[in-house]
């Protein structure tokens, strides 16, 4: 496959990341290029402008939207997390990475402040909607930049760099967003707002534009057309990413079925705060390590053992009925969470042709948006309504089941990718 990198993946680009002080810079994450190494730091800066979503519930409330009203939002929010990634993946493959990511940055940066000012209930669901679906357009351009940047062989590195970022991020800001709610809820947009332009300006100024292909005909002729017939096409697409789905929903209830548990538990969302510590704690520490030492072994291979632990973790949530419990599950689904991180974006970018590679990410990122919106719907549902031990039992089953079928695939996928390389 002809390379489409953009000129700072030329050998020369290694030189500046290494340089920037080798003390500082984990082993695992050595060797990548500079552009991998700006989106990770804009990564960080928006990501610590994650604020308003966790506190969403709280500000509409001071707002005077209760019960009903505030799904209608909450809805708005998780529907644009199926639209933008669709939207963002075609407009990277057509406009280009870095005018989609800047779309997406200015786009969600303004509708912070249509969310803030909105007047009523329906102003309010629809700037949450833009919102998310901007937001989470940056995401498909962002990975096929990536893609774009380094070879299949480093590609995991940089996505678990990516993923180190957001984690990063998302530590500081939980301890950040606190502090500024109490201060005014206007303090989280603003700096949810500021951070999406800070970002912008670093896309803007820092990252040069891919040079792609810019054919729209698949390997066997077809023309692609302007949407994603290019990945419905593609067998082994479709086979993969329902699993990974499966897997991102069971790891999603951590987020939906965790602050629950706790909360029937009879514990204060402090505990739920202090267990969201203890995953970044984790994360952020043993990540870099994980990434050099498990690059040995098949992608897929590490994917199933890592979902497996995701799972398991998941399902110790329904035997916990104390601090000490919550504490094992959550360091189990965190190792796991490390296990995995940046494989399932690096296989997905490996499967696409260089044309597609926005359009195949953006498939990706919009599985992990109806992974999410599943959790706060189905999740939440059978959890009030049937009961958490259900819950945990299928998150157990189809966890783990979804985790060894992915694995299984190793193979396929390695014979795919290798004539891929070869052609």
């Known amino acids: 496959m002809p390379s489409e990198t953009p000129s700072s993946d030329a050998p020369s680009s290694d030189a500046p990341s290494s340089r920037a002080g080798s003390a500082f810079v984990p082993s695992s994450f050595r060797g990548l290029p500079p552009v991998v190494w700006t989106i990770f730091a804009g990564t960080i800066v928006n990501r610590l402008g994650y604020l308003v979503t966790p506190f969403l519930v709280f500000f509409l409330a001071s707002r005077g939207v209760t019960g009903t009203d505030t799904s209608y939002v909450l809805g708005a929010l998780g529907a644009g997390n199926l639209l933008g990634p669709a939207v963002g993946g075609v407009l990277a493959d057509r406009l280009g990475r870095r005018p989609t990511m800047l779309i997406g940055l200015i786009g969600a940066s303004a509708a912070q402040g249509a969310l803030f000012l909105a007047p009523g209930v329906w102003t309010m669901a629809a700037a949450a909607l833009l919102i998310s679906a901007a937001g989470s357009a940056v995401s498909p351009a962002a990975f096929a930049l990536l893609a774009d940047a380094v070879d299949s062989e480093r590609r995991r590195r940089a996505y678990a760099l990516f993923g180190w970022g957001v984690n990063i991020g998302a530590a500081v800001a939980g301890v950040l967003g606190g502090f500024l709610a109490a201060h005014g809820y206007w303090l989280l947009f603003a700096v949810d707002a500021g951070s999406m332009l800070a970002y912008a300006l670093v896309v803007a100024v ?15 002729g077809k023309k692609d057309g302007l949407g994603y017939g290019v990945v419905l096409r593609d067998r082994l697409a479709l086979l993969l990413l329902p699993l990974l789905g499966v897997q991102l929903f069971v790891y999603s209830l951590t987020e939906v079925a965790l602050p629950l548990a706790v909360h029937d538990s009879g514990l204060s969302p402090a505990v739920y705060g202090a267990m969201a510590a203890v995953n970044a704690i984790l994360v952020v ?9 498990l690059a040995r072994f098949p992608q897929l291979a590490v994917q199933g053992a890592g979902g497996t632990l995701i799972a398991v973790g998941v399902a110790l949530t329904g035997l916990a009925d104390g601090i000490v419990g919550y504490t094992v599950s959550v360091v189990v689904w965190s190792l796991g969470e490390v296990v995995v991180a940046g494989i399932a974006a690096g296989v997905v970018a490996n499967l696409a042709p260089a044309h597609a590679r926005g359009r195949y990410q953006g498939a ?7 992974a999410r919106f599943a959790a706060l719907t189905l999740g939440v549902t059978v959890y009030t309504t049937i009961g958490p031990t259900v819950l945990w039992w299928t998150a157990l089953v189809a966890g783990t089941a979804t985790a060894v079928a992915t694995a299984a695939l190793t193979s396929r996928v390695d014979a795919r990718t290798s004539h891929e390389l070869t052609a």
């Open 364 to 370: 990706f990122s919009w599985t992990w948006g109806v």
């Open 285 to 293: 520490a043993l990540q870099p390590l994980s990434t050099a030492w």
């Open 206 to 220: 820092r990252l040069p534009e891919a040079k792609r292909t810019t054919t729209a005909r698949g390997p066997e």
